[in-house]
């Protein structure tokens, strides 16, 4: 079964610096990936997707995000981070032949002005 | 507008007292699914729906019933809730497409039990 891991529980950045959130999964073949963010209070929103193709995928909201599959990994990054970013950032997987997504514990993200 | 329609928003009840929270989407998404929202173990799937008549028990099922009488509606059911079940559960719907990844969330549910 697939499973993901997001190494940090909570990162604290200031507004205008570079984010980049870790997300590693672990899965036989070459999963279906996803980034959700959930804002304080709200349901989560999809950020971005990869499913084949380019490594590196854009999303929403200045976000993007890059798979490297010798490392297992699809991490989020963003240039520049905005205040507006704190919320909390899931990482998820899902089996290609599959019809269940798998989470991550999440990674907080606090913003300091 | 699309979206995905969760109630009660929030409930507190008392050990034993069946309940339900009902999903409904306006996407005619055949996917449906429900999660459990707890601190640190992320969201964890409790069952999901590839169609009507169609559901199977996702990671942590236990103590949870599931319908999917029709397209639009997905109830979660909680016949006798224990405390170990107050959680923020939200409902997702998607198409079956290329994976059933692309997820359109509800805003949860905050379910207290006592």
């Known amino acids: 079964a697939q499973s993901v891991t997001q190494p940090d529980i909570h990162i604290t950045v200031s507004e205008g610096a570079s984010l980049e959130l870790r997300c590693n999964y672990s899965?036989?073949?070459?999963?279906?990936l996803f980034w959700y963010v959930q804002s304080p209070g709200q349901g989560l929103q999809l950020l971005l997707k990869y499913f084949s193709g380019d490594t590196l995928v854009q999303g929403i909201k200045g976000f993007e995000a890059e798979f490297k599959r010798s490392q297992s990994s699809f991490n989020l990054r963003k240039p520049s981070v905005h205040w507006s970013d704190a919320a909390e950032y899931f990482c998820a997987v899902q089996e290609t032949s599959g019809s269940r997504l798998t989470f991550g514990e999440g990674t907080q993200l606090t913003v300091n002005p | 507008e699309a979206q995905v329609t969760q109630n009660p928003r929030y409930l507190i009840t008392v050990t034993g007292k069946k309940l339900t929270v009902t999903c409904s989407q306006n996407?005619?998404?055949?996917?449906m699914s429900w999660y459990r929202q707890d601190p640190g173990l992320g969201l964890r799937q409790i069952y999901y729906?590839?169609?009507?008549?169609?559901?199977d028990k996702g990671d942590v099922p236990e103590g949870y019933k599931v319908s999917r009488k029709e397209k639009r509606n997905f109830p979660l059911i909680l016949e006798s809730p224990s405390p170990n079940q107050t959680s923020l559960y939200f409902c997702?719907?998607?198409?079956?497409?290329?994976?059933?990844?692309?997820?359109?969330f509800g805003e949860g549910s905050r379910l207290t039990v006592l």
């Open positions: 997702a719907s998607s198409f079956i497409g290329q994976g059933v990844g692309e997820l359109f």
């Open positions: 899965y036989g073949a070459t999963p279906y």
């Open positions: 996407m005619n998404h055949e996917y």
């Open positions: 729906s590839m169609n009507v008549e169609v559901t």
